[in-house]
DNA sequence: GTAGAGATGTTATAAAATAACATCATGAGC
DNA sequence: GCTCATGATGTTATTTTATAACATCTCTAC
């Protein structure tokens, strides 16, 4: 039995309910130490966002929130939230993909470089200085001031590569 | 007198009709080597997204091809011409504007990396084999195969920083 | 408590992309 | 030349993603 997406495998079964409790304990406390206002709505975007190491889709969150909620949410309070979490670098959109997944390593230096696999749809977030560098260095050499990079490489896992060999 | 995109600046001022003769150019040859079919369409469609090296949308060159016809055209129209295009490598896809360009090196090996401005819009399209390298490295050290890298940078080019100081 | 700012609700619409099916054009083989 | 198979385009409808405009609520500072 298997689906298209099955689990995700970012690293082969581990207890992703210590990384979700861990990421909205670190989104607590980085709000409060900036006065940024991380609501209950927000927060619970966030939590949504990181129910898999898979980035989801605006509009899938919407319905996790509305069936959660049995009362239906607009779009936009979705995007509002998302936009809100995106500029705290709590979250990183995967423009590839149209897509959100929570940030390994909010407060950090952030360029967001992303690995994304074909076949269970994980995204791994890297922070590679190499990379990082190498797209600094080719725009100063061409006199161009870097604002945000962004690195989405697809690909397929290390465990996705084994289970289809 | 300025817009918001005034005229591009890749390299300030330059021939860029000869840019557009020369896209086409090669497009035919790489079309005729391969045994593929540049139709009228899919060419026009080509010199379209030539039109400046500023991405552009499908719709927009949708826009531009109803208004030169006189008769309307359909989305997908458009958007099987370019993904056409984009399998031919004549003409990249930019994930983070919705949007497509045309191929600096069409034939060559392909990475697809480019420089942003946000000031003229224009995107420069590099092959820096370092940028290339360091994912390719950081990709095998995570058991990671890389099928498709995309790089896209977001910044100032030179003529925008010297414009805005 | 009152104002003001920021957050959310509500409704409508825009922008980007695809699905399903019909028709047309092209070129290989007869 | 004609026929047929294949690939390209036309047509209509729909889905998916994102934003605009304006009303209301809520928290906080004073
Ligand atoms: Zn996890
Ligand atoms: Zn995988
Ligand atoms: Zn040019
Ligand atoms: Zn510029």
Not at 30 to 45: D, K, P, Y
Request: charged share 25%.
């Amino acid at each position: 039995m298997s689906t298209d997406h099955p689990t995700p495998t970012l690293h082969a079964r581990h207890d992703h309910a210590h990384c979700v409790a861990d990421a909205l304990t670190r989104a607590d406390a980085l709000c409060a130490q900036r006065g940024a206002r991380l609501t209950t709505l927000r927060r619970r975007v966030l939590e949504l966002v990181w129910s898999s190491h898979r980035p989801r889709g605006a509009y899938a969150i919407l319905e996790d929130l509305s069936q959660q909620d049995g009362k239906s949410t607009a779009p936009l309070t979705v995007y509002r939230a998302l936009e809100f979490l995106v500029e705290q670098g709590l979250v990183h959109r995967i423009e590839s993909l149209n897509a959100y997944v929570g940030c390994a390593s909010p407060g950090a230096s952030h360029s967001g470089q992303f690995l994304v696999c074909e076949g269970c749809g994980d995204a791994a977030e890297i922070d590679d200085s190499s990379i990082r560098t190498a797209i600094e260095s080719a725009a100063i050499a061409r006199g161009f001031r870097v604002q945000r990079p962004t690195v989405e490489v697809r690909g397929v896992c290390k465990d996705c590569q084994e289970k289809h060999p």
